[in-house]
């Protein structure tokens, strides 16, 4: 992991961004090598900023599992070799805000990725599919944009507390 | 980190985070079980769709011979996994010993 200091969130997520003790405008980010061996560092890292940041610890664990589903994600199908992913981590009156930007990849929108029929039985069921599918449960918004120039990827998730002011 | 094993006859225990990076080895350890086996997940803290992939694996295997695996004290992070992905339809699970 290569830890950043505080980094300016990104403009679509910059209209809420204040840290709810200290009103910052910043981010915490780091960057992880796409690889497996990554997801303990990301998982310390959310922590981390979690306990920095006064963040409600019941959000940890739904927030950690979507920030897994999503980094491996872009493990298994961002090809090979390319630039560290970078994941940043924004408190927001009412919620928290986390984005993980890709480099070097190709098009594909994980919020149009097919929904899983929870409901078939167990000769039914395979296990592909389920981590987006946890990741649209767990969180209160799910967002993807693409640069097709710098063939970057940048996916969003928010969690905010009931009633705390989803946009 | 995870941590898996033999806790008497039938019963495996797990504990930590089943997560990507752990699934593999929960993998290799639940391919050695056989018949009906309880899962003593009461120390297990996390899972992702990695490790509930692990679980399915097991279950579909252990149900082709007329066996099958059971969960036991599921933490509420886990049973709320366990009920988003509809797992809590496809597993026996009891409360904690």
């Known amino acids: 992991m290569q830890r950043g200091s505080r980094t300016q969130q990104p403009a679509d997520l910059r209209g809420r961004a204040a840290n709810a003790k200290s009103r910052s405008s910043e981010a915490d980010s780091a960057r992880f090598a796409p690889q497996i061996g990554s997801l303990m560092p990301l998982m310390v890292f959310a922590a981390e900023v979690f306990a920095r940041r006064g963040l409600p610890p019941e959000w940890l664990a739904p927030v950690q599992l979507a920030m897994e589903e999503l980094f491996t994600n872009m493990v298994k199908y961002g090809g090979e070799r390319r630039e560290p992913v970078l994941v940043q981590i924004a408190v927001s009156p009412g919620g928290v805000e986390v984005t993980l930007t890709d480099h070097d990849v190709a098009h594909f929108d994980v919020t149009q990725a097919p929904a899983v029929d929870i409901s078939r039985p167990l000769h039914e069921r395979e296990p592909g599919g389920l981590g987006l599918h946890l990741t649209r449960r767990l969180v209160d918004r799910l967002q993807y944009s693409y640069d097709p120039q710098r063939r970057e990827a940048r996916i969003a998730f928010r969690k905010w507390q009931a009633g705390g002011g989803q946009q | ?97």
């Open chain 2, 1 to 97: 980190m995870m941590t898996i094993e033999a806790a008497g006859e039938g019963v495996v225990a797990v504990a930590g985070r089943l997560d990507a990076a752990q699934a593999p080895a929960a993998e290799v350890f639940l391919n050695g079980v056989q018949g009906t086996v309880t899962l003593d997940a009461s120390r297990l803290d996390y899972i992702s769709s990695a490790g509930l992939g692990v679980l399915l694996k097991t279950q579909k295997r252990l149900a082709g011979s007329g066996g099958k695996l059971r969960l036991r004290g599921l933490s509420k992070p886990v049973r709320d996994v366990f009920a988003y992905s509809g797992f809590d339809q496809i597993f026996e699970i009891e409360p904690a010993a």
